[in-house]
C-alpha cells in the first residue's frame, strides 16, 4: 500500500473535494502525509473533522501527537480561531 508523503497532496485534494460535494455536512477523516502540525491544519482547513496519522508515528515515534497537537493550538490561535471545530474547511469556502 501507498502511504505518507507519496499521498499527501492528493489526499488534501479529496479532502477538498469531499467537502465541497457533500457541503461539509458529513465527518471527513484527513489521512495521508501528516508529520506535522501544518500538515493536519491544511487537511482540517481544507475540511477535515478529524485527522488520522500512522506513517509519521513509525517514523518519528508516539510523541509525534503531541508535537502536532502543541503545533495546531498555535496555528488556530495566530488564524483567531477558537476550536478546530471552527477552522475546519476554513480555506475551502463552499461555493
Known sequence: ALSGLPVQRISTE???HVYQRTRGKITIIGVGGVFSADDAYEKITSGANLIELITSMIFEGP???GEINRG???LLKKDGFSSIEAAVG????LL
Open 14 to 16: 479529496v479532502v477538498r
Open 63 to 65: 510523541q509525534v501527537v
Open 72 to 74: 495546531l493550538v498555535e
Open 90 to 93: 476554513s480555506r475551502n469556502p
